[in-house]
């Protein structure tokens, strides 16, 4: 049995190879491919159920990437050792491909579509995201499952002024700009990224750039598809009733209408909608059928869809009556709660973000794992989204997919501005969505800014961020750009285009595209209509608090770093922990230890509450630290009395101890230390280096004193004295001396029985 696979191969401009390959592993999928760059090999696959499940009125899509760690040469780090639901990091991934291919599958087509990305063998250099949208578009196009096109995405950064398509791990870590581009042949569908306050110029160029690179990888892939003569299946589309249709129109397109044109709140909006359909099925009576009721919901679900956008496109007004490029009202508070250690209520609208600041220590920080690194993170946000901000009955399991993608958006476009990782504390970030109309991740990042400020943190610059929308019409090429959307805005709309940025510039974007094509012309009107948007924001953030608070709140954590040498680490530890435990537990501090990489000097991490408690700790480093210099006098304290001495302590390094020795108190013989000096008395003493002798450091009183009139120095002790008077240890008369004794003894005398 022989396996052949059929292989295209893409090259780039810049020398990369790209290898796809089909036919030899997972041939029972639907579709099945690998991709290859260097040593990293993704396999993706697809499945599609071949008939719609009953009643189905939506496309199931699911979308899944995983890493096998064994791929990289690993064990899985969790208890039963294996891979196990996948992490947020694989999340994001999933998410990257998902927006981008669900746009391309036929919108009557209801059939389960399940997409696997495997990443099988890992390369330390190669990013293996913007390949999964490749590998996964690719396993379409070698399927029979219909699709109107075929995809891809690439990452494009900008490296000391050159864009550089899918740069290398090691490439990127220099890179001011990072954006994955998802694109057809002819249009963009996708858009991510972040940059360090970039120019909306800037990212055009991008996104050229980058859709030149994709119609490479595209053209393979229909090299592929054609070589294989692939036929796409045909498929049972939904049931149509054109006079149900028409009489759906009749009955509610002037009453939908009306109700758009109302100016109403979400929630009285969305009850009026309700009512119309309820009214609408009472008016239709006999005419629905159980074959057709299904039909009422989607006709009237399309009617609204018409009606809302040829509103907004005919009168230019929108659902809340704004303008087009109107940011709805602003409410902003900071240092809302009293506990948290900074914190910002941030309201637009009738979309609400109630944000909190931690801060903490280097133990603290998030691992963050894949299969080819493991990196800590010193900045933490996270978001939640409860069924409340809605109105809705939600069961609370945890953060889902959106809650992860929307909550990297904003951590992405703060983390430009958040100082570098010489700053000491670990930050995180929660933001709870309270309400929610429409643009929440947005919300985030605004409130985020105004609570790191509140905390503290020094961020040189605000962030704010702002939801942009699109109508458009394929019939007359008219089109709206919005400002600022609604919840409807969006799901009615034809883009969700986010932008956030400082007043100098773009620091993070995230554009998905729900129409076939979006012309340049109109991606950089909606650019230059988001910057007008941010600034406005800007203002009135700036207007709360300008800049962050020069100290933390008074109940918030203090944070001091100091280094010590290597060899004093475990000086400063103690025997099992014991000196930091009691350290800590005198000041009532937390102390973090940890070793600086390059230079193995000890990070000491204080931090505390308490100025005091942090002090202490402070001035117990500086006592490790004080080195006497050698023939300096310094002052003392007298901690503890022996009979030999008296231990002293400097003065200006307290814990940091020496024996004084009982000879060197005073000129004169001294035989009570209690004779001279006394528990706490403060004197001063000369520095004498190591002694030579027993290897301890010196110090005498004595030496800085006055020596007594007619004061007689003894001479020195001759460690050799009486040796060669003595003669040689064969000439001791040992032997004799033993002999002697024998001769000398008396006789022993007999025992005598009983």
């Known amino acids: 049995m022989s396996l052949n696979a059929t292989t295209v191969k893409i090259q780039m401009e810049d020398g990369k190879e790209i290898l796809?390959?089909?036919?030899?592993?997972?041939?029972?999928?639907?579709?099945?491919?690998?991709?290859?760059?260097?040593?990293?090999?993704?396999?993706?696959?697809?499945?599609?159920?071949?008939?719609?499940?009953?009643?189905?009125?939506?496309?199931?899509?699911?979308?899944?990437?995983?890493?096998?760690?064994?791929?990289?040469?690993?064990?899985?780090?969790?208890?039963?050792?294996?891979?196990?639901?996948?992490?947020d990091y694989e999340i994001l991934i999933s998410r990257l491909v998902d927006r981008a291919l669900r746009p391309l599958f036929p919108e009557d087509y209801l059939c389960d579509v399940q997409i696997q990305v495997t990443l099988i063998s890992s390369d330390p250099e190669v990013m293996p995201d913007a390949l999964a949208c490749l590998a996964a578009s690719a396993a379409l196009a070698v399927s029979t499952i219909p699709i109107q096109e075929i995809i891809s995405e690439v990452r494009i950064a900008r490296i000391n002024g050159n864009y550089v398509i899918n740069p290398t791990r090691s490439?990127?870590?220099?890179?001011?700009?990072?954006?994955?581009?998802?694109?057809?042949?002819?249009?963009?569908?996708?858009?991510?990224?972040?940059?360090?306050?970039?120019?909306?110029?800037?990212v055009i160029t991008a996104i050229e750039l980058a859709h030149k690179a994709i119609r490479i990888q595209v053209q393979a892939q229909e090299e592929l598809r054609k070589t294989l003569?692939?036929?796409?299946?045909?498929?049972?589309?939904?049931?149509?009733?054109?006079?149900?249709?028409?009489?759906?129109?009749?009955?509610?397109?002037?009453?939908?209408?009306?109700?758009?044109?109302?100016?109403?709140?979400?929630?009285?909006?969305?009850?009026?909608?309700?009512?119309?359909?309820?009214?609408?099925?009472?008016?239709?009576?006999?005419?629905?059928?159980?074959?057709?009721?299904?039909?009422?919901?989607?006709?009237?679900?399309?009617?609204?869809?018409?009606?809302v956008r040829n509103m907004i496109l005919e009168e230019r007004v929108r659902l809340d009556g704004r303008k087009l490029d109107e940011v709805r009202p602003l409410h902003m508070e900071i240092d809302f709660l009293p506990s948290p250690h900074g914190s910002a209520l941030f309201t637009r609208g009738e979309t609400q973000s109630l944000t909190t600041v931690t801060l903490g220590t280097s133990q603290d920080e998030?691992?963050?794992?894949?299969?080819?690194?493991?990196?800590y993170e010193k900045f933490i946000l996270h978001y939640n989204f409860p069924g409340f901000s809605t109105g809705e009955v939600k069961p609370n399991r945890g953060p889902g997919r959106r809650e992860v993608g929307h909550g990297n958006l904003a951590k992405r476009s703060l983390a430009q501005m958040m100082p570098s990782n010489d700053y000491p504390y670990t930050v995180r970030v929660v933001s709870d969505i309270l309400e929610s109309n429409g643009s929440s991740s947005m919300a985030t990042v605004c409130a985020g800014s105004l609570a790191l400020m509140d905390a503290g943190v020094p961020l040189p610059k605000h962030v704010s961020g702002v939801a942009m929308g699109l109508i458009s019409r394929s019939t007359d090429k008219k089109f709206a750009i919005l400002t600022d959307i609604l919840g409807d805005e969006d799901h009615l709309g034809d883009m969700d285009f986010k932008v956030t940025g400082t007043s100098e510039g773009i620091t993070a974007c995230q554009m998905d595209i729900k129409i076939k094509g979006l012309p340049y012309e109109i991606l950089v009107n909606a650019l230059k209509q988001a910057r007008d948007g941010r600034l406005h924001i800007l203002e009135k953030i700036t207007d709360t608090i300008a800049l962050p608070n020069e100290e933390v709140k008074a109940h918030a954590p203090k944070m001091i770093n100091r280094r010590i040498p290597n060899e004093l680490i475990g000086a400063f530890i103690g025997p099992g922990g014991k000196h930091?435990?009691?350290?800590?537990?005198?000041?009532?501090?937390?102390?973090?230890?940890?070793?600086?990489?390059?230079?193995?000097?000890?990070?000491?991490?204080?931090?505390?509450?308490?100025?005091?408690?942090?002090?202490?700790?402070?001035?117990?480093?500086?006592?490790?630290?004080?080195?006497?210099?050698?023939?300096?006098?310094?002052?003392?304290?007298?901690?503890?009395?022996?009979?030999?001495?008296?231990?002293?302590?400097?003065?200006?390094?307290?814990?940091?101890?020496?024996?004084?020795h009982v000879s060197e108190l005073a000129w004169e013989r001294t035989n009570n230390v209690s004779d001279v000096v006394k528990l706490g008395d403060v004197l001063d003493v000369k520095y004498f280096g190591l002694d030579p002798r027993t290897r301890k450091e010196k110090v005498s009183r004595k030496a800085i004193l006055p020596k007594p009139e007619g004061f007689v120095e003894r001479p020195p002790r001759d460690n050799n004295r009486g040796r060669d008077n003595r003669g040689g240890r064969d000439n001791r008369g040992r032997d004799n001396r033993r002999n002697d004794r024998r001769d000398d003894r008396k006789p022993r005398e007999e025992k005598k029985e009983d």
């Open 20 to 87: 796809i390959s089909t036919g030899k592993l997972a041939r029972q999928a639907d579709g099945a491919v690998t991709v290859q760059c260097g040593n990293c090999i993704l396999l993706a696959t697809v499945c599609a159920s071949k008939e719609p499940k009953p009643g189905q009125s939506f496309f199931p899509l699911s979308v899944d990437y995983q890493e096998k760690m064994a791929s990289a040469g690993k064990i899985p780090g969790s208890f039963f050792k294996r891979e196990g639901r996948i992490n």
């Open 366 to 375: 998030l691992l963050i794992e894949n299969a080819a690194s493991s990196n």
């Open 171 to 202: 490439e990127l870590a220099t890179a001011d700009m990072d954006f994955i581009i998802g694109a057809t042949s002819k249009n963009i569908m996708m858009v991510e990224g972040e940059a360090k306050e970039c120019l909306e110029a800037d």
């Open 580 to 660: 930091i435990q009691e350290l800590q537990k005198e000041t009532e501090t937390t102390i973090v230890i940890t070793e600086d990489a390059v230079t193995e000097e000890g990070i000491i991490e204080i931090l505390g509450t308490k100025p005091e408690g942090i002090e202490a700790v402070i001035a117990r480093i500086e006592s490790m630290m004080f080195k006497p210099e050698k023939g300096s006098v310094y002052e003392v304290k007298v901690i503890k009395m022996l009979d030999f001495g008296a231990v002293v302590e400097y003065t200006e390094a307290p814990g940091n101890e020496v024996l004084l």
């Open 229 to 307: 003569a692939i036929t796409p299946r045909s498929y049972t589309a939904g049931n149509t009733d054109e006079n149900l249709e028409s009489m759906v129109n009749a009955f509610a397109a002037d009453k939908m209408l009306e109700i758009a044109r109302s100016r109403s709140t979400k929630a009285d909006r969305s009850d009026a909608f309700k009512a119309l359909e309820t009214a609408l099925v009472e008016h239709l009576g006999e005419a629905i059928t159980d074959e057709n009721k299904s039909l009422v919901k989607t006709y009237f679900g399309n009617l609204q869809y018409d009606v």
